[in-house]
Structures are given as C-alpha cells and as structure tokens.
T-cell receptor
C-alpha cells in the first residue's frame, strides 16, 4: 500500500458528462501530481499542485481542471467527456518539489461510452 | 525537454536468473532524478528505486539495483534472482526541473514488459 488513496477505482460514464476524481496524498506529502495513462499516449503528466498552489502543467486539456484543498487532498475534474478520455488516471504524491520518491495511488479507470 | 527511451518492448527471463532492463535518458538539466516503477496487470504503479544525478553510488533496493552510467546517460534496472511475481510492465522515469526551475514532473518511457518463466 503506497499510502496514496484514489477514489473511485472504476468509473463508467457517457460522452458529454462531467466526472470528479479524488486523491488523498500520503500523510505529510505536500505535492500532488496527476497522470493519465492511455494505450496510445502512454503515461502523460497532467498537472502538479504543491501545498494548494498549481506548480506545473503538462498535457492537460482545457476541459480538465484540478485543485488541491487545504487538507491537501486533490480533485481532478473532467468535463465534456469524449471517448478518447477513457484512460487510467493516476495521482501521485511526494514530500516536496524534489522528492526522491513519488508514490502512486491505485488509479481510477475511466471508461467513456 | 526530457526524454526517456526504453528500447525493449518485451523481455523474457527464467526464474532465479538476473535480468537487465535498459533505459537511456536525455536532459539538459544539471540536476535530475531517475526512477523505476513496476506496473503489474492489476494496474497500480509501484515505486521500485531512485537514483539522483549526483549520487556517486548506484542505488540498490533488495533485489533491485540501478546501473547508473551518467556519461552514457543510462539508468538500467537490474533484477536479481527473478521471481514469477516480477512479471509486469516496468517503466523508467525522470524528474527534472522545468524552465522556471520551480517545479518537477515525471517523464516516463514507454515501458518494458517482463515475463518470468519457469
């Protein structure tokens, strides 16, 4: 168990809908990262938050947004969903910007039908 | 920009043998970290080992060791005494700093699927 908790584990939704994925980082970790893993794109970095503030953006679509709350949990919001958004979404956490470890949650498998 | 290259899409190894999974990287950052992750068929990403660019000794964690050759920009993972449970996808990743120097992210390779046989 990595200590990073993601909910839900599986999500099936229709095109055009909006979903929220939730992540609780390991105790003491201030950085949260979101990644998308799809068959055609591999593992892609989406966005990073550090202590409530956005620190880095990767290949995140405008339809997607995220935030980190004062208790350090994070949510990834995906809207106007398309079939191509079907993927495994991971959250990871580390202690600081420059952690020597980055622990991943078990992922949320999103299927858009 | 950072790039991770894993040239072995798939590897086979016999149980109890050692196996090396290749990883080369490209970065202009002076300071960076290299990671290896294991992803079994269940999907979770399991952190295995980390090597900092300024670490003089190769990292080891149990049966995992990282063969770090900075001049060659390679960070190969060596798994000793392979076990059936080692069958999984293995990803090499790098963390560097973005141009502003204020954030870090992991860039992943495409992975190597390892199959351990009897």
């Amino acid at each position: 168990d990595s200590g990073v908790t993601q909910t839900p584990k599986h999500l099936i939704t229709a095109t055009g809908q909006r979903v929220t994925l939730r992540c609780s980082p390991r105790s003491g970790d201030l950085s949260v990262y979101w990644y998308q893993q799809s068959l055609d794109q591999g593992l892609q970095f989406l966005i990073q938050y550090y202590n409530g503030e956005e620190r880095a953006k990767g290949n995140i679509l405008e339809r997607f947004s995220a935030q980190q709350f004062p208790d350090l949990h994070s949510e990834l919001n995906l809207s106007s969903l398309e079939l191509g958004d079907s993927a495994l979404y991971f959250c990871a956490s580390s202690e600081g910007y420059w952690g020597t470890e980055a622990f991943f949650g078990q992922g949320t498998r999103l299927t858009v039908v | 920009a950072q790039k991770i290259t894993q040239t072995q899409p798939g590897m086979f190894v016999q149980e109890k043998e050692a196996v090396t999974l290749d990883c080369t990287y490209d970065t202009s950052d002076q300071s960076y970290g290299l990671f290896w992750y294991k992803q079994p068929s269940s999907g979770e990403m399991i952190f295995l080992i980390y090597q900092g660019s300024y670490d003089e000794q190769n990292a080891t964690e149990g049966r995992y060791s990282l063969n770090f050759q900075k001049a060659r920009k390679s960070a190969n993972l060596v798994i000793s005494a392979s076990q059936l449970g080692d069958s999984a996808m293995y990803f090499c990743a790098m963390r560097g700093r973005d141009p502003t120097g204020t954030a870090s992210k992991l860039t992943f390779g495409t992975g190597t699927r390892l199959q351990v046989t009897l």
